[in-house]
């Protein structure tokens, strides 16, 4: 089955709404994991938009399960992740206009520049990840790149208007697995992911994690934290492939 990575990057959306301390991310993680997160998952932005850098500094010291940063390749966040040695980091593209994070990283055209910031944080002992649309090109250059595991985006299948654009999309997501294992990676999967919709791509065999935020957290607000993450817990063993 595969493990549910949690991403509580919106605690802090909502802190940052009023620009003061309350709800605190780092509370979120805490009972994220008492709820069953194998992974916590946050992104410190360039623009800090929400989760800030002493956020992330605390995660660090507080997390007890796998802590995985979402990052882009810009130094000054580079030299963090070098230096805060989070379990992994997952390089994804960002764009300040864009309300979250849209899409996948272009490894084939920035090939150079990941190529660098990954030995680098690979050499600092860290597994390195890309978040990356699942076009063959692309995971082929992550693994040429030095990554060793991808993650997925699986927006296109949640974004899918009709049946028949959900079954290319899921389609598009089985080639991506085959061909992630075929060169050697770990396969995630996120984007978009909700407790309506996980259970046809919690389905397909080859997907070892799952990084979900937004729809976690938004059920949090009626059920709590560790209920929300239970809840996802049990939809994953739910439609997990028979091994």
């Known amino acids: 089955m595969a493990t549910l990575g949690v991403n509580i990057d919106h605690v802090a959306t909502v802190r940052q ?33 929400h989760i800030n850098d002493r956020d992330a500094r605390l995660l660090r010291e507080t997390v007890g399960v796998k802590l995985n940063m979402e990052m882009a ?6 030299d963090i ?13 960002e764009r300040r206009e864009e309300l979250t994070t849209e899409g996948g990283l272009d490894v084939v055209k920035h090939h150079d520049r ?15 990840s890309a978040f990356i649309e699942p076009i063959p090109a692309q995971i082929e250059a992550s693994a040429q790149a030095g990554f060793q595991a991808i993650e997925l985006w699986t927006g296109g299948y949640a974004h899918a208007k009709n049946p028949k654009e959900r079954e290319a999309a899921l389609d598009a997501l089985r080639r991506g697995i085959e061909v992630g294992h075929r060169v050697g990676l770990e396969v995630h999967g996120g984007h978009g992911l909700t ?20 729809s976690i957290v938004s059920r949090s607000v009626f059920v709590g934290m560790r209920e929300a993450v239970r809840e996802m817990k049990r939809l994953l063993v739910q439609f997990s492939p028979a091994q």
């Open 17 to 49: 709404a009023r620009r003061t301390d309350e709800p605190d991310p780092i509370w979120a993680a805490a009972e994220a994991e008492l709820g069953g997160a194998d992974c916590i998952t946050f992104h410190l932005r360039e623009d800090r938009r």
């Open 73 to 78: 390749i810009a130094p000054e966040v580079v």
């Open 81 to 93: 992740a070098a230096e805060l040695r989070p379990h992994q980091c997952s390089l994804v593209p």
């Open 114 to 128: 990941i190529s660098s910031v990954v030995s680098r944080l690979r050499d600092a002992g860290i597994v390195m």
């Open 195 to 214: 407790y309506r919709n996980v259970g046809p791509v919690a389905s397909l065999p080859g997907f070892s994690e799952f990084n979900i935020g937004h």
